[in-house]
């Protein structure tokens, strides 16, 4: 009798067992998956209480997700997962505003407002006008472009996980471009927070010793017909986590400038253009 | 500024984050599941919609469990995890008994029984008599062995899966060995049967062209002052799931002969010594 599994052949021996015939994506992603898999059991010898402990985690890392959390989402992010994968499906040249991760907390439907709107509706923390232009590779303005902002509150949370202390649609909106590509709204200077860390996820950052906080940042979807979508962020250039954001979602293209506004209206003033790439 | 995570760098980017003074181990474990889970990634260039699936079966997997349930064990079996972590930290030389998973229908204090006892309080399946010898490496007899044994009943399940209609410590018992060594009881020449494949790992399967089978087998603990623990199973040989044990719990040297007993008080009779080598 031969082709039993052995400690030597453990990965040919659990992808020879796949049929031929099954969806061929499916197969080439779990081929790699067992070889990676198995590569890093046999690199750490792991031990029989150690491979407890990770059923364990897995486990509980489950059973707290909820509707309003998502614990594997968090344990992707803090992986720096959900960073790759966002790197490997938005390579872009040179000159187009780079991607970063969408994050749990946008909110389909955010009232579209007028150009030069606040979308600070609790009044609280520092009001920063916020104004560029959306633009193609070219430099072209491009026109209708959606912008669908969010950002937490001064107090570090977003109005969702806030629902009976702050107003619906909190620091959210969707401002539509005209024929010059430009957009300006009033909002606030956005603040560090940390992510939820009272689960397995937290209880594994303690483990590592790293702390659970993202830098300052304000969400940006933009969206136009003929061009590729864009998920990113712009980052305030001073903050203490720039350079250990706990999700890994900083680049150095989307530090954006926070001034004092000159004209008084606001305290701050952050000026960011959005280059879109075309639909190829 | 330096040092943000990219695509080139994404896994030095987080091990990077690691603080010195942690729990080495746990570094060294992690730094290495950073690796290689990073690698996968990068190797199958994941998209946003796979990782959203993947995110997905793994809350499901976790959701599903309870105490009668743990998903996260069967996928680590049907990887082949469980089986090379039993492989990697039960290296044996030949001659010694080989290990094979525990899985997860051992109970704790099942009842001490006289030699020849019958552990079948069903009286279904086919009578088999088990018997042979504790021996050390050296060939001699392991006196106050404790062998303890489980399998499941001629119907495929074990009594946990089905308290009411199966008497309680059905097909399970313990037996002390002698200065023999010798042990023998009476019970049902086992059958195979599905995992549990009604939930995310049963889906899996399906999807990957395997079914979810274990080769008929009869569970063996067995302990001894002064030897190693030797948790094994032992097979039957003409199983048409031997070859393709969905947990990969199949070794060669553990398929052992069952042939009609000449004395006719079983129907079968089942001769094979556990070999245990001594505490180092």
Same mark, same amino acid.
């Given at each position: 009798?031969?082709?039993? =599994?052995?400690?030597?052949?453990?990965?040919? !021996?659990?992808?020879?067992? +796949?049929? #031929?015939? *099954?969806?061929?994506?499916? %197969?080439?992603?779990?081929?790699?998956?067992?070889?990676?898999?198995?590569?890093?059991?046999?690199?750490?010898?792991?031990?029989?209480?150690?491979?407890?402990?990770?059923?364990?985690?897995?486990?509980?890392?489950?059973?707290?997700?909820?509707?309003?959390?998502?614990?594997?989402?968090?344990?992707?992010?803090?992986?720096?997962?959900?960073?790759?994968?966002?790197?490997?499906?938005?390579?872009?040249?040179?000159?187009?505003?780079?991607?970063?991760? =969408?994050?749990?907390?946008?909110?389909?439907? !955010?009232?579209?407002?007028? +150009?030069? #709107?606040? *979308?600070?509706?609790?009044? %609280?923390?520092?009001?920063?006008?916020?104004?560029?232009?959306?633009?193609?590779?070219?430099?072209?303005?491009?026109?209708?472009?959606?912008?669908?902002?969010?950002?937490?509150?001064?107090?570090?949370?977003?109005?969702?996980?806030?629902?009976?202390?702050?107003?619906?649609?909190?620091?959210?909106?969707?401002?539509?471009?005209?024929?010059?590509?430009?957009?300006?709204?009033?909002?606030?200077?956005?603040?560090?927070?940390?992510?939820?860390?009272?689960?397995?996820?937290?209880?594994?950052?303690? !483990?590592?010793?790293?702390?659970?906080?993202?830098?300052?940042?304000?969400?940006?979807?933009?969206?136009?017909?003929?061009?590729?979508?864009?998920?990113?962020?712009?980052?305030?250039?001073?903050?203490?986590?720039?350079?250990?954001?706990?999700?890994?979602?900083?680049?150095?293209?989307?530090?954006?400038?926070?001034?004092?506004?000159?004209?008084?209206?606001?305290?701050?003033?952050?000026?960011?253009?959005?280059?879109?790439?075309?639909?190829?």
């Amino acid at each position: 009798m031969t082709g039993f =599994f052995t400690e030597e052949n453990s990965a040919q !021996a659990v992808n020879a067992r +796949m049929r #031929d015939g *099954i969806d061929p994506r499916l %197969k080439t992603i779990m081929s790699a998956l067992v070889k990676h898999l198995h590569a890093f059991v046999k690199e750490v010898e792991l031990t029989e209480d150690e491979w407890n402990s990770a059923i364990e985690f897995l486990t509980t890392t489950g059973q707290i997700c909820s509707n309003e959390r998502q614990e594997y989402i968090l344990l992707s992010d803090v992986l720096g997962v959900s960073m790759l994968v966002d790197a490997i499906n938005n390579r872009r040249p040179t000159g187009a505003t780079e991607n970063t991760v =969408f994050g749990p907390f946008h909110v389909k439907g !955010a009232p579209i407002r007028q +150009m030069g #709107d606040s *979308i600070s509706l609790d009044g %609280k923390g520092e009001t920063c006008l916020f104004t560029g232009r959306v633009l193609d590779l070219n430099g072209n303005p491009v026109k209708g472009a959606k912008i669908d902002v969010w950002s937490d509150n001064a107090d570090g949370y977003y109005d969702v996980q806030q629902p009976d202390s702050q107003p619906r649609w909190n620091n959210r909106g969707i401002f539509v471009t005209g024929s010059d590509g430009a957009y300006s709204f009033i909002g606030t200077k956005p603040v560090s927070y940390p992510i939820p860390d009272d689960g397995p996820v937290g209880k594994m950052l303690a !483990a590592l010793g790293r702390h659970p906080y993202r830098p300052a940042h304000t969400h940006f979807l933009v969206t136009a017909q003929g061009h590729q979508k864009l998920v990113t962020h712009t980052f305030v250039g001073d903050d203490p986590y720039l350079a250990s954001d706990t999700v890994f979602g900083v680049k150095e293209t989307l530090v954006a400038p926070f001034e004092p506004n000159p004209d008084g209206t606001t305290q701050w003033v952050s000026r960011f253009d959005f280059i879109l790439m075309s639909e190829s």
